[in-house]
Nanobody, 127 residues
Framework: EVQLVESGGGSVQAGGSLTLSCTFS????????IGWFRQAPGKEREGISC????????YYVDSVKGRFTISRDIAKNTVYLQMNSLKPEDTAVYYC????????????????????WGQGAQVTVSS
């Protein structure tokens, strides 16, 4: 059974940092893309970043580019999202998701492309 578990969420003041982890198991496929999504209250879920297990290529949406860094530790089956210079508008539930394909698609990650999801982690940024 495929499982993804997010951890590392919490509350932080504006300008602070958090690192989210996405630990996964049960993959029956050797290549995959892990995406990070977030959903703020009353808003649609939006893709913000993704990384390929095959070549480590990454993508960021403009709103997080330069502040967030996605990385992977293949041996630990974990993908990280380092979030710096956090803003109140970053407040959301953050989800990681997996798509069994080789390479990222350049462009905003689309939730419909990811069949496997974690349960989410709350990130709250206060002003």
């Amino acid at each position: 059974e495929v499982q993804l578990v997010e951890s590392g969420g919490g509350s932080v003041q504006a300008g602070g940092s958090l690192t989210l982890s996405c630990t996964f198991s049960g993959f029956t496929f050797d290549h995959y893309v892990i995406g990070w999504f977030r959903q703020a209250p009353g808003k649609e879920r939006e893709g913000i970043s993704c990384i390929s297990s095959s070549d480590g290529s990454t993508y960021y949406v403009d709103s997080v580019k330069g502040r967030f860094t996605i990385s992977r530790d293949i041996a630990k089956n974990t993908v990280y999202l380092q979030m710096n210079s956090l803003k109140p508008e970053d407040t959301a539930v953050y989800y990681c998701a997996a798509d069994p394909r080789f390479y990222i698609r350049v462009g905003v990650p689309l939730a419909t492309e990811y069949p496997y999801w974690g349960q989410g982690a709350q990130v709250t940024v206060s002003s």
